[in-house]
């Protein structure tokens, strides 16, 4: 799948969560996480740009999304304050998950 088509997947996939943060939090939240979900939809497709790592291996499994899960974590824990942190990791892994879930959709599809 290109960019584009993750990146309106990411959109799909975030309108109810994006419904919810407006409804029981913030719009401010809600549109930060629309955000972070455009503009990291590609991300696990840096296997791409990455020459010992084949496309569509490791990052694109539930193991690459744990890992990326843990270092990012730690990194906007560091960063920012514990709800904070907690906030953005947790949109960032969503992104991550949807991306995982439309590249199933793809033909070719990922191991899950």
């Known amino acids: 799948m290109k960019r584009s088509g993750h990146i309106g997947f990411n959109i799909l996939a975030y309108t109810p ?4 943060l ?7 939240i809600a549109i930060t996480g629309l955000l972070i979900v ?5 991300f696990p497709d ?7 790592i084949a496309h569509r291996g490791t990052i694109h499994t539930p193991i690459g999304l744990g ?18 942190g907690v906030v ?9 998950f949807s991306h995982l879930v439309a590249d199933t959709l793809n ?3 990922i191991k899950w």
């Open 107 to 109: 033909p070719t599809g």
């Open 38 to 42: 455009i503009f990291t939809a590609s």
């Open 22 to 28: 407006t409804h029981f939090h913030s719009s401010l």
């Open 67 to 84: 890992v990326f899960n843990l270092i990012l974590g730690y990194i906007f824990l560091q960063l920012f304050a514990v709800t904070t």
């Open 17 to 20: 969560v994006y419904f919810l």
């Open 88 to 96: 953005i990791t947790l949109l960032f892994t969503f992104s991550y």
């Open 46 to 52: 840096i296997d791409n740009k990455l020459p010992l």
